[in-house]
């Protein structure tokens, strides 16, 4: 609905106004008249009708008050966007909003951010924790972007085809925390957020198709294909959080990951790997694997290390640490891990305590371990990973 009032209105805060008149007007109608046939259809045509009506009194005041004002500009109406050349190359009203929101004049941060909240429709506090920063602080740094774009008159308007691929890597970004948000949702009851994560699925394959000879489009498609591939064995019937070791392999969808197969071998094969082609290449090894005590270990620790050297995030650190611990054994991932814990970057950050607990517990240590899990359990706002947490710390031995 965003996206497509964007279209008419070219100003982000106008059109979420109007995407709100919409919900109200909703909220009387649908009471009255009931529930239409196609709600989402019903919803974005009463926006736009919105939009158009702020956009006329607009003009109206503009004609009235002409030296208080630049000149009238031409407003197309709606489903009309004659100066939009890129629109017939971007298929997706969502995805065209992503490359519009991408404008080199943000920072990177602030264009995957914004994109995130207004575009995907991530809650600010999951933005916030895909960032590792508080929710006012994500808050703050959303506001500042959207009103650069309106000092800066930014245009919301879709770059043409040569533009787009200086713009890619940030779209890539903002799918891959898209899906990474939806596989293990920061907050809510359940473990994975299906709507986000297919979302995600659905861009990625739109700029994969937009840009077939890019190989970091390919790497993400891949990497998100083993993601839902492996969706239906993450949680039990009853919503618990399932190990990768607990899993039953036999459910994963074979055709998925051989379709990502294929993906990963071109992108390695057309030059050097980057940082989503390197992860799908990772996830492709596990899924690949007949059980997990003959996952190809040292082989994805190479490619961890291959991964750190092309994106130096201490995410990515934390999970080589994981890779170090099956190679090298729990005493050499828990030093890798205590180091992280020194550097700071990932204070707050909740997958460092639990994995700190897991490798504790593996050698013997389960005060230490009951410690970090219930630090752990402090930073989760997920009801499926706090009841696997509380699970894992009952089952350590008496201390």
Same mark, same amino acid.
């Given at each position: 609905?965003?996206?497509?009032?964007?279209?008419?209105?070219?100003?982000?805060? !106008?059109? #979420?106004?109007?995407?709100?008149?919409?919900?109200?007007?909703? &909220?009387?109608?649908?009471?009255?008249?009931?529930?239409?046939?196609?709600?989402?259809?019903?919803?974005?045509?009463?926006?736009?009708?919105?939009?158009?009506?702020?956009?006329?009194?607009?003009?109206?005041? =503009?004609?009235?008050?002409?030296?208080?004002?630049?000149?009238?500009?031409?407003?197309?109406?709606?489903?009309?966007?004659?100066? #939009?050349?890129?629109?017939?190359?971007?298929?997706?009203?969502?995805?065209?909003?992503?490359? !519009?929101?991408?404008?080199?004049? &943000?920072?990177?941060?602030?264009?995957?951010?914004?994109?995130?909240?207004? !575009?995907?429709?991530?809650?600010?506090?999951?933005?916030?924790?895909?960032?590792?920063?508080?929710?006012?602080?994500?808050?703050?740094?959303?506001?500042?972007?959207?009103?650069?774009?309106?000092?800066?008159?930014?245009?919301?308007?879709?770059?043409?085809?040569?533009?787009?691929?200086?713009?890619?890597? $940030?779209?890539?970004?903002?799918?891959?925390?898209?899906?990474?948000?939806?596989?293990?949702?920061?907050?809510?009851?359940?473990?994975?957020?299906?709507? &986000?994560?297919?979302?995600?699925?659905?861009?990625?394959?739109?700029?994969?198709?937009?840009?077939?000879?890019?190989?970091?489009?390919?790497? &993400?498609?891949?990497?998100?294909?083993?993601?839902?591939? =492996?969706?239906?064995?993450?949680?039990?019937? $009853?919503?618990?959080?399932?190990?990768?070791?607990?899993?039953?392999?036999?459910?994963?969808?074979?055709?998925?990951?051989?379709?990502?197969?294929?993906?990963?071998?071109?992108?390695?094969?057309?030059?050097?790997?980057?940082?989503?082609?390197?992860?799908? $290449?990772?996830?492709?090894?596990?899924?690949?694997?007949?059980?997990?005590?003959?996952?190809?270990?040292?082989?994805?620790?190479?490619?961890?290390?291959?991964?750190?050297?092309?994106?130096?995030?201490?995410?990515?650190?934390?999970?080589?640490?994981?890779?170090?611990?099956?190679?090298?054994?729990?005493?050499?991932?828990?030093?890798?891990?205590?180091?992280?814990?020194?550097?700071?970057?990932?204070?707050?950050?909740?997958?460092?305590?639990?994995?700190?607990?897991?490798?504790?517990?593996?050698?013997?240590?389960?005060?230490?371990?009951?410690?970090?899990?219930? $630090?752990?359990?402090?930073?989760?706002?997920?009801?499926?990973?706090? #009841?696997?947490?509380?699970?894992?710390?009952?089952?350590?031995?008496?201390?």
């Amino acid at each position: 609905m965003l996206a497509a009032t964007v279209r008419v209105t070219r100003d982000l805060d !106008v059109a #979420e106004e109007s995407v709100q008149e919409a919900y109200v007007a909703a &909220l009387t109608a649908w009471a009255r008249d009931g529930v239409p046939d196609r709600p989402g259809a019903w919803l974005t045509t009463a926006a736009r009708r919105v939009a158009l009506n702020a956009l006329h009194r607009q003009r109206a005041f =503009r004609a009235k008050l002409p030296l208080l004002v630049e000149p009238e500009t031409k407003v197309a109406p709606a489903g009309d966007d004659p100066g #939009e050349a890129g629109n017939d190359a971007i298929p997706d009203d969502r995805l065209r909003l992503v490359f !519009v929101c991408c404008h080199p004049a &943000l920072s990177r941060e602030a264009q995957v951010a914004l994109t995130l909240r207004l !575009v995907c429709g991530v809650a600010t506090r999951d933005v916030a924790h895909a960032f590792l920063v508080s929710e006012p602080t994500m808050a703050a740094r959303i506001t500042r972007a959207k009103k650069k774009i309106a000092a800066a008159a930014i245009p919301y308007a879709v770059p043409p085809p040569d533009e787009l691929p200086e713009r890619l890597d $940030a779209a890539l970004t903002v799918v891959h925390l898209l899906s990474t948000t939806g596989h293990a949702a920061p907050s809510g009851e359940r473990l994975v957020r299906e709507d &986000l994560a297919d979302r995600a699925l659905d861009l990625a394959r739109t700029l994969h198709a937009l840009l077939p000879g890019e190989r970091e489009a390919s790497g &993400l498609l891949a990497l998100l294909l083993v993601h839902r591939a =492996r969706r239906a064995t993450r949680t039990d019937a $009853a919503g618990r959080l399932t190990r990768l070791e607990d899993q039953d392999r036999a459910r994963w969808d074979r055709e998925a990951i051989a379709e990502a197969d294929r993906l990963i071998v071109a992108a390695l094969r057309a030059g050097p790997a980057g940082r989503f082609t390197l992860q799908a $290449a990772i996830a492709g090894l596990h899924a690949q694997a007949p059980s997990h005590g003959k996952t190809d270990w040292p082989q994805i620790l190479e490619l961890y290390d291959a991964l750190l050297r092309a994106w130096p995030s201490p995410v990515v650190a934390l999970n080589r640490a994981v890779a170090v611990a099956a190679v090298h054994g729990p005493a050499a991932g828990l030093a890798e891990v205590e180091a992280l814990e020194r550097d700071g970057r990932l204070a707050g950050y909740r997958y460092l305590p639990s994995t700190k607990a897991d490798l504790l517990g593996r050698l013997g240590h389960h005060a230490e371990a009951a410690e970090a899990y219930r $630090a752990a359990l402090a930073l989760s706002d997920n009801e499926a990973e706090q #009841e696997f947490l509380t699970a894992r710390a009952e089952a350590l031995p008496d201390r």
